[in-house]
């Protein structure tokens, strides 16, 4: 199994910016890419970013140049540095490892932004 942490998420004002962490642990090696998805209250959880094994990294329109995902593999971690915040991002975020056969989620941090 993989276990996810995040962390980061607080209050802010709009404008201000944050950086997520998802610490990484356990059967790491079966992990094809990570991502970021969010879900405000009420919405679906959305896809936010993600990143493969090679480096490539894909976003969402509305976090496109707001955002960047990123990963110190020797940390096992993955960040998520969010600038320009609007309070339209706030929600709870997740990070998501996925593995050939089996998908893994964070117990998510919550990002308010006002």
């Known amino acids: 199994h993989v276990q996810l942490v995040e962390s980061g998420g607080v209050a802010v004002q709009a404008g201000g910016s944050l950086r997520l962490s998802c610490v990484v642990s356990g059967y790491t090696y079966c992990i094809d890419d990570m991502s970021w998805y969010r879900q405000a209250p009420g919405k679906e959880r959305e896809f936010v970013s993600s990143?493969?094994?090679?480096?490539?990294?894909s976003y969402a329109d509305s976090v496109k140049g707001r955002f960047t995902i990123s990963q110190d593999s020797a940390k096992n971690t993955l960040y998520l540095q969010m600038n320009s915040l609007k309070p339209e991002d706030s929600a709870m975020y997740y990070c998501?490892?996925?593995?050939?056969?089996?998908?893994?989620w964070g117990q998510g941090t919550q990002v308010t932004v006002s």
């Open positions: 998501k490892a996925s593995c050939p056969d089996e998908q893994y």
């Open positions: 990143i493969e094994d090679d480096g490539r990294v």
